[in-house]
């Protein structure tokens, strides 16, 4: 499966900030790339996708790798090492709840095209198609959005929801469960 987000709240009261002993959670997004199409990944449930909770306090940043080859150098004679394509966004908070006006709102006061917005933290799903928000299987309540993603406006590192889709990261902080589909 494709590493697609690692999502960590700066703020406790998130919606995945707590489980039940008072730990806090990191999110980790995964999405199925065998086949595009062929594995349900814009389904909570057929295994096509994965959202996986992590306890925060266990998760350690991974060391960069030393070049190899001679002297530390590389083979290639000390060029940069490379990890691939990795972004990292800036988030900014606009006060209200309606995703689509903000967006708009954003884009007249920063200049930049709406299609640079790569998603919202929390708040209430944009959906695409019709409300497709999800139990909890533990507790049997809504699931909190966590997270909408944006394909975002470069092909060779946008993530694909279908061609112009959303996609939605919901979990229950409390049971430590979570879930990720797209609509397009």
Do not use: K
């Not at 060029?79 to 972004?87: E, F, I, K, Q, T």
């Amino acid at each position: 499966m494709r590493f697609l987000a690692q999502i960590v709240p700066d703020e406790p009261d998130r919606p995945i900030g707590r489980d039940h002993a008072g730990a806090g959670l990191v999110l980790a997004v995964f999405m199925c790339q065998n086949d595009p199409g062929m594995c349900e990944e814009w389904s909570p449930t057929a295994g096509g996708n994965r959202a996986l909770l992590f306890p925060s306090d266990a998760l350690r940043p991974m060391p960069v790798p030393e070049p190899e080859g001679e002297g530390g150098q590389g083979g290639d004679g000390g060029a940069a090492l490379r990890l691939g394509a990795v972004n990292a966004v800036t988030l900014v908070s606009l006060p209200t709840d309606d995703y689509a006006g903000a967006r708009e709102e954003w884009a007249g006061r920063s200049g930049n095209d709406p299609a640079n917005v790569l998603g919202q933290l929390g708040g209430r799903p944009d959906w695409i198609q019709g409300d497709e928000t999800p139990t909890c299987p533990d507790c049997a309540r809504p699931m909190d959005l966590v997270a909408q993603l944006e394909e975002g406006p470069d092909h060779a590192t946008a993530m694909n929801f279908g061609g112009g889709g959303s996609a939605y990261a919901f979990a229950c902080g409390p049971c430590a469960r979570a879930v990720f589909l797209w609509q397009c």
